[in-house]
């Protein structure tokens, strides 16, 4: 598990692996999250997330 703190959003990404190869990710965010792989993009209104704006948290 890994935690992250953006300019426009927080919270934790999981990543797993089982025996079988297959990797499963859950993200969990409260505030804008956005990513260009899948085209998937979620924010606030009139907010912008910015490129390599996440920082890891201890």
Not at 6 to 12: D, E, H, V
């Amino acid at each position: 598990m890994a935690q992250f703190d953006t300019r426009y959003s927080t919270g934790t990404l999981n990543v797993n692996s089982g025996v079988d190869g297959y990797v499963n990710t859950n993200l969990t965010a409260n505030g804008s999250v956005g990513w260009q792989g899948e085209k998937y993009r979620r924010q606030r209104p009139h907010r912008r997330q910015r490129r390599g704006d996440f920082q890891n948290r201890p």
